[in-house]
């Protein structure tokens, strides 16, 4: 990488923002974070001057509203912080005529396509969350002309809350759960998602920004699962470490109501990604068993 690059990312304790700390760091690279109070998706006008100073050479938005279901009742909220927010990092972007990145959702599809989704696929969010996502999407794209949107799914990590350590603490308590196997896609480990992170902004470095980087791209975990094949994997995982495997039933998601609605089928097609980038992520299960072992060696599944 090219030590002049300074990547400013706006989140500063979320999944993929500590993520890309840890990577960044590990690469000597030129990366901070920073997060509310002093940089507020919810007021864009604390966005300008901490990013000027910065002197930014690319943006990762790394915040967003990612409550799905609580987003069904506070999508006003949702809506500032995933789309009108983000439009006005985008904007200041476009003046310093540097890439922003964008970081979007598999929940912007409807779920309904057999095959996996690729980029220009008609959208349809089920929810507040995708819908507020979707609108930052258009919103950044309009506003910055070095604009790219990654658009990812099922992240998990050693940090904050995510559906694999949802399982491991139900392991602890457990010898039974119900979790949905008519709900499938790609799981997708956030510390792989900074490293490709990474390589795209090397890669711009390299090249200079060219038309075929603005855009969309999906940016997943390699390989399929449903939440219920997902969860018995990390369950299989935790017995290495001495943890209790419960018996896991497979729901319908008529027999596990939430507020919003998810896409039954939102597997994406990366292959853009990496004809674009030359970007291509490991298998979920190779980095869910590397996630399991991170935790245990952190003594954090006891
Ligand atoms: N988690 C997932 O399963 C998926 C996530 N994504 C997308 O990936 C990206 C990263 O998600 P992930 O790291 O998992 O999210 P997290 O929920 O782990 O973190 C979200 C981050 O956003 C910050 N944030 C919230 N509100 C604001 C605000 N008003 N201003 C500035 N920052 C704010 C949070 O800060 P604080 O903690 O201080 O509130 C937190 O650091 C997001 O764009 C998300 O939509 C896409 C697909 C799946
Ligand atoms: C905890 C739990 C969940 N489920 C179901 C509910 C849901 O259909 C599915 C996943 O549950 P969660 O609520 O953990 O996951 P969810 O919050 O829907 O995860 C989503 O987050 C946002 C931010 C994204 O962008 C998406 O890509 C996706 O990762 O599993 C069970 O069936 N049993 C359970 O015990
Ligand atoms: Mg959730």
């Not at 604009?147 to 099922?154: E, P």
């Not at 050693?158 to 759960?177: I, Q, S, V, Y």
């Not at 674009?276 to 399991?292: A, D, I, K, N, Y």
Request: aromatic share 8%; hydrophobic share 40%; charged share 25%.
């Amino acid at each position: 990488m090219d030590r002049k690059e300074r990547i400013f990312v706006i989140g500063s304790d979320g999944q993929l923002a500590l993520s890309l700390l840890e990577a960044a760091s590990a690469r000597n690279i030129t990366l901070e974070a920073f997060g509310p109070p002093s940089v507020d998706l919810t007021n864009p006008s604390s966005l300008e001057a901490p990013i000027r100073n910065f002197k930014p050479t690319v943006i990762v938005n790394a915040a967003a509203y990612t409550a799905v279901d609580a987003a069904e009742d506070n999508e006003d909220l949702a809506r500032s912080i995933n789309a009108t927010g983000p439009e006005v990092a985008a904007q200041i972007a476009d003046e310093l005529d540097i890439p922003f990145i964008q970081v979007s959702t598999d929940y912007v599809f409807d779920g309904t396509k057999k095959d996996a989704y690729v980029e220009d696929d008609p959208t349809g969010p089920q929810g507040a969350y995708g819908r507020t996502k979707l609108e930052g999407e258009d919103l950044v794209l309009s506003a910055a002309n070095k604009a790219i949107v990654l658009r990812t799914s099922w992240v998990y990590s050693p940090f904050g809350k995510n559906f694999l350590k949802t399982m491991l603490m139900l392991a602890k308590t457990r010898d039974e759960l119900g979790v949905v196997a008519d709900q499938v896609g790609n799981p997708t480990y956030a510390p792989d998602i900074a490293e490709a992170i990474l390589a795209i902004v090397e890669q711009i470095a390299q090249t200079g920004w060219r038309d075929e980087f603005r855009g969309v791209f999906h940016l997943a975990g390699t390989g399929t699962a449903s939440w219920h094949e997902f969860a018995e994997a990390i369950f299989e995982a935790g017995t290495a470490h001495g943890l209790k495997r419960p018996h896991v039933k497979a729901l319908t998601t008529a027999d596990y109501p939430t507020p919003a609605k998810r896409p039954a089928n939102s597997r994406l097609d990366c292959s853009k990604l990496a004809e674009t980038f030359g970007v291509h992520l490991p298998s979920w299960e190779q980095s869910m068993v590397m996630c399991v072992n991170r935790l245990s060696e952190a003594g954090e599944l006891g």
